[in-house]
């Protein structure tokens, strides 16, 4: 959209890309905390754009954010990190002089705003909303809002209870509300009785071509890749692969699990991987790099946790590596609990092999290893799915349509700045 202006307010360390965002505001856990305790005058700042060429996307964290992820490595890590992250949030200022002088400055015409089930995030849109009357659109891509869970902590509910407060609130001033997938549509449709609208990741797909027989054998030994995360018990569903790799190769059947994530691991985690056989675990790539693994790999892995707990906080959610590993145009092996919505989506399109606890894993890895004319099935109605239903070209102008057209209706009266 080269007719548009977009300025970010963020609460994490790193900064937007400039070759998108004109202005940027900053509030992190560091100067929240400094400013709690008198060390400094403001909670934020504004941050300067950078030459889009000097960008790098890769964030320096804050002291609270390395704190707060080494506490990640153990689950009652976790649930400290989280709570006292929230309660600094809590008590914090995060509301400055400097944060609003930069609010009206900027005078939006439009707010488009993530819908998370972070409080203060949400207490950030009430403002924004407050202060600018400016149309406001949510965004939401994860189950934010259901009370289906599974957790034995008072802490986990009362703020659960706390933030579905909060996201009605931000819903009763929402102009759209859009949602990652049909399972959340439905589901928030009638939960919050309002009209939903599905927007998920788009690729581009021009110049590229169909899937090509030669695509899906590229030697001896198949290489299965996942990248990602593998926290919330994915990792679990790439051990099973694992092993199913590991019998494969008993079988005669020469394969291998390549894993890229920059998700700490657990001992435990990093006990299970050493298990298999199979796997190898990699560091992070860069996104260009990444594209490259996927155009050699032979089949593409998505996993999601098929445990009772873990389930319910995925069931909503569509995978962002979806469309990446569609433009890659190989096959797809997915493991997912039954009713999940990225599996629910693809099994529909036949665009995935996926696998559920009730079926025969080791069988369905056997026959994508030996079945060169499945492969290329697969590949071929996933990259068609990609290019109907997540085509960059096609789908981008129908939002910048609508958000236009939202932004240029007659505002609502702004109220007084002064007494906000």
């Known amino acids: 959209m080269r007719d548009v202006e977009i300025a970010s307010i963020f609460c994490s360390s790193g900064s937007p890309d400039p070759k998108y965002v004109r202005r940027s505001f900053q509030i992190t856990a560091d100067s929240l905390l400094a400013s709690t305790l008198g060390r400094s005058s403001s909670s934020g700042r504004e941050i300067l754009p950078e030459q889009p060429e000097a960008y790098k996307p890769a964030p320096s964290r804050t002291t609270v954010e390395r704190f707060t992820r080494l506490l990640r490595k153990s689950t009652v890590g976790i649930m400290v990190g989280r709570n006292l992250e929230a309660l600094l949030w809590w008590v914090g200022p995060w509301k400055s002089a400097e944060l609003d002088a930069f609010i009206d400055e900027f005078a939006p015409d439009l707010l488009f705003v993530p819908l998370y089930a972070s409080a203060h995030m949400n207490r950030l849109t009430l403002h924004l909303r407050e202060r600018t ?7 939401v891509s994860d189950d934010v809002y259901s009370l ?3 957790s034995i902590s008072p802490l986990f509910w009362a703020r659960r209870i706390g933030s579905r407060r909060l996201i009605r609130q931000v819903i009763r001033q929402c102009d759209r509300l859009y949602v990652i997938s049909d399972t959340q549509k439905v589901d ?8 939903c609208s599905v927007l998920t990741k788009l690729g ?6 169909p899937p090509a027989p030669d695509d899906t054998a590229r030697g001896d030994q198949i290489v299965f890749t996942y990248a990602g995360n593998v926290g919330n018990g994915r990792w679990k569903s790439l051990c099973e692969i694992g092993r199913a790799l590991d019998r494969a190769s008993e079988l005669g059947h020469n394969g291998r699990l390549d894993i890229y994530t920059m998700t700490p691991l657990s001992r435990r985690m990093q006990r299970s991987f050493n298990c298999c056989r199979s796997i190898r675990l990699h560091s992070p790539v860069s996104p260009d790099k990444l594209r490259r693994v996927f155009e050699e790999s032979d089949i593409l892995v998505l996993v999601e946790p098929t445990d009772v707990k873990g389930r319910q906080t995925v069931r909503h959610s569509f995978s962002t590596k979806i469309v990446e590993y569609l433009e890659a145009g190989r096959p797809i092996l997915l493991r997912a609990a039954t009713g999940q919505a990225s599996a629910s989506y693809l099994k529909m399109r036949g665009a995935a092999m996926v696998s559920t606890p009730r079926d025969d894993l080791e069988q369905q890895v056997q026959d994508l290893m030996t079945d ?9 109605s996933g990259w068609n799915l990609g290019r109907e239903n997540h085509n ?12 236009k057209r939202l932004a240029g209706e007659s505002p609502a009266p702004r109220p007084d700045i002064d007494n906000a």
């Open 204 to 209: 581009d797909f021009s110049g590229l071509q």
């Open 392 to 403: 960059l070209e096609t789908e981008l102008p129908k939002l910048e349509s609508y958000l």
């Open 188 to 195: 928030y449709s009638e939960a919050l009785g309002v009209e």
């Open 133 to 139: 009357g400016a149309p406001l659109v949510a965004y």
């Open 148 to 150: 289906r869970r599974l």
């Open 372 to 380: 060169r004319d499945l492969r290329l099935e697969f590949a071929r």
